[in-house]
């Protein structure tokens, strides 16, 4: 069965820095493409970042490109979110998903149709 699970949230300041981890167990994560997502109450589920399984091709939304960093390790089994320079607008919850169908890397990774795996979220708080 696989599973994802993230850590890393909490409450920062404006300005201030957060490292979301997800791992993955159950499946190979050499062959996964990740994605981070987020969503607040009432939205609908938006994409934040994205990278291949060779971690080759990163992709980000704009509201995040440049303060926002997503990398893998493949040998630890685990993905990762930094965020940097956070703003009151970053405030959410969370979450990232996984793909293994490692030959659909691409432009659809932005898709939150496009990952079966979903993590169970972990809210992050950003403060004025």
């Known amino acids: 069965q696989v599973q994802l699970t993230e850590s890393g949230g909490g409450l920062v300041q404006a300005g201030g820095s957060l490292r979301l981890s997800c791992a993955i167990s159950g499946r190979a994560f050499s062959v996964s493409n990740m994605g981070w997502f987020r969503q607040t109450p009432g939205t609908e589920r938006e994409f934040v970042a994205a990278i291949n399984w060779r971690g080759s091709t990163t992709y980000y939304s704009d509201s995040v490109k440049g303060r926002f960093t997503i990398s893998r390790d493949n040998t630890k089994d685990t993905a990762y979110l930094q965020m940097s320079g956070l703003k009151p607008e970053d405030t959410a919850v969370y979450y990232c998903?996984?793909?293994?169908?490692?030959?659909?890397?691409?432009?659809?990774?932005?898709?939150?149709?496009?990952?079966?795996?979903w993590g169970q979220g972990t809210q992050v708080t950003v403060s004025s």
């Open positions: 998903a996984a793909d293994f169908r490692a030959w659909r890397e691409g432009e659809n990774l932005k898709q939150s149709s496009e990952y079966p795996y």
